[in-house]
């Protein structure tokens, strides 16, 4: 079949597309024979299978395809493609949207073929025909960033285009996009560039984290501050439109996953754009030059003060606990704690309790006493009490070198009970029997240990059953069979005797018996 010569650019669809306008004869159907060497297919906007069969027909090279005509290099770098699966089932046949982990990522864009209107009249007018732009496939892109305008579409799902085919038609009336919306999209036209340029390159959590700590968003034990990092994206994107089926995204719940190393898997690429738009200011360079350690302590640091010292200022300026936990991202709680264990004096729920009852908990809770059992005792909620002790200074510390000195008496009588019911009781029962008790004390008190155990036995030598082993080897030489081996010792060694048959005999009257009986007793060995 003739073929027409794929563009820049162009989507596998857009081209199969236009040969057959151009080039082919009758359905469909034939075309897809003739070039794909398949019957029966609906290609997929950006990430098509069969690109085998196309090379074989008309002789495009295979790399050039994949990378340059589908969406794969993109989700390559996105960690889609790390075992080569993504590549195999493109170029061959199976599903490359199961292969990118689409269904997963649980994201409803419905399949469409996106064109920029304006482009396609421009095409029109300069080439003599339009084509679908691989770049406008992208998931997410709804603006030409060139023109300044909404994306029309042309359904390809299920009820719609199905195994058809088309080009971009001409669209009446124009829709103008937000400057983010097209902002965006250039963004992620240059992400597919250097995804493409950078063909070993694969996205590393570590540029975003980078510039997440830069911008303060990570504490300084490296805990991601995940609330007002939500919160940031969610309002820098409140006003940015998504396709239809993608809106759920703009609750970023997904971040979580995407950024913390525990949890990471791959992520669909839309979920990295999002963030990385935002996190990058829109510089796509950042995914490719990652900053060395050293090149990123010279970076600026945007704000360095940790949670705990803006939750001091804000009760010192008197804001009340609600505001500063909203403005920090920390519970209410949270915000209390530290407020009381720098003695600060905040004014919430200051009269629930009276400051007796405040003392009188502290006080029980460093004599020992259960939380449940403080509670009780004053009439007030658990909640209360947790809360009065993990605010006081100290006393959560305390309270545990107390409870392991509770614990480690109670192991004490433990094994002291146990001592006066079992007299008969070595170490080793004491061990097996009181096995929490044991290592409750070998690991915290060793000297007490020492104490309530019974006295050390003297080592005793493991005695061997003589019956037993007469049996063994009676049995094993019986079940010889003739030729018989000519010394003890060659006997010995077929029935692993451990040189008892030589050493031991006389401790072995039935085995001595059999020897002899067989004729295999050598009458030199003397202690026989
Ligand atoms: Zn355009």
């Given at each position: 079949m003739n073929i027409v010569q794929i563009t820049a650019h162009e989507t596998v669809f857009s081209w199969v597309s236009r040969c057959h306008l151009r080039c082919g004869v009758g359905h469909v159907r034939n075309t897809y024979q003739a070039l794909l060497n398949v019957f029966d297919i609906r290609l997929h906007p950006y990430l098509p299978n069969h690109l085998h069969g196309i090379t074989q027909s008309s002789g495009i090279d295979e790399e050039t395809l994949l990378v340059q005509h589908t969406l794969y290099a993109l989700f390559r770098f996105f960690e889609h493609d790390t075992k080569g699966q993504l590549r195999r089932v493109m170029c061959r046949s199976g599903s490359p949207v199961l292969a990118a982990h689409i269904p997963q990522a649980a994201i409803g864009i419905a399949l469409e073929h996106r064109y920029c209107p304006l482009c396609a009249k421009a095409q029109r007018q300069t080439l003599g025909f339009s084509y679908f732009d691989i770049r406008y496939q992208i998931p997410g892109v709804v603006a030409c960033p060139l023109h300044q305008c909404l994306l029309a579409s042309i359904a390809s799902g299920d009820g719609a285009l199905d195994k058809q085919i088309c080009l971009p038609r001409v669209v009446a009336v124009l829709q103008e996009c937000l400057t983010k919306e097209a902002h965006f999209s250039a963004f992620c036209f240059e992400v597919l560039d250097g995804a493409l340029d950078h063909s070993d390159a694969v996205c590393s959590q570590h540029s975003y984290l980078n510039v997440l700590d830069r911008k303060g968003f990570i504490t300084k034990r490296g805990h991601l501050r995940l609330r007002q990092l939500i919160d940031a994206l969610r309002d820098f994107y409140a006003d940015i439109r998504l396709p239809?089926?993608?809106?759920?995204?703009?609750?970023?719940?997904f971040v979580g996953p995407l950024l913390r190393k525990k949890t990471h898997s791959p992520r669909h690429p839309l979920q990295h754009l999002l963030v990385g738009y935002w996190l990058f200011s829109g510089d796509a360079a950042c995914y490719f030059n990652v900053p060395t350690a050293i090149e990123q302590l010279s970076l600026p640091i945007e704000e360095t003060s940790s949670a705990d010292e803006l939750i001091k200022q804000g009760v010192v300026n008197g804001l009340s606990l609600n505001a500063i936990a909203k403005q920090t991202g920390k519970s209410r709680c949270y915000v209390r704690r530290i407020a009381e264990l720098n003695k600060l004096q905040h004014r919430t729920n200051s009269l629930a309790n009276s400051h007796k009852t405040r003392d009188l908990v502290v006080f029980q809770a460093q004599l020992g006493l259960h939380r449940k059992v403080i509670a009780n005792n004053l009439g007030v909620g658990v909640g209360y009490v947790e809360q009065v002790i993990s605010n006081t200074p100290e006393l959560v510390s305390w309270r545990k070198t107390l409870a392991k000195f509770q614990k480690v008496a109670a192991a004490k009588e433990t094994i002291t009970a146990a001592r006066l019911a079992h007299p008969d009781w070595v170490r080793k029962d004491i061990k097996a029997y009181c096995t929490n008790a044991f290592f409750c004390l070998y690991r915290n008190d060793k000297a007490a240990l020492e104490l309530v155990l019974p006295e050390k036995l003297p080592p005793q030598t493991p005695k061997l059953d003589w019956i037993k082993e007469d049996s063994r080897l009676f049995e094993a030489i019986s079940a010889l069979k003739p030729p018989y081996p000519k010394s003890l010792s060659a006997l010995g060694r077929v029935v692993k005797d451990r040189a008892h048959l030589r050493e031991r005999l006389h401790l072995l009257p039935k085995t001595k018996a059999l020897l002899v009986e067989l004729k295999l007793l050598c009458i030199t060995n003397r202690r026989a």
């Open positions: 239809r089926g993608a809106e759920a995204l703009l609750t970023f719940d």
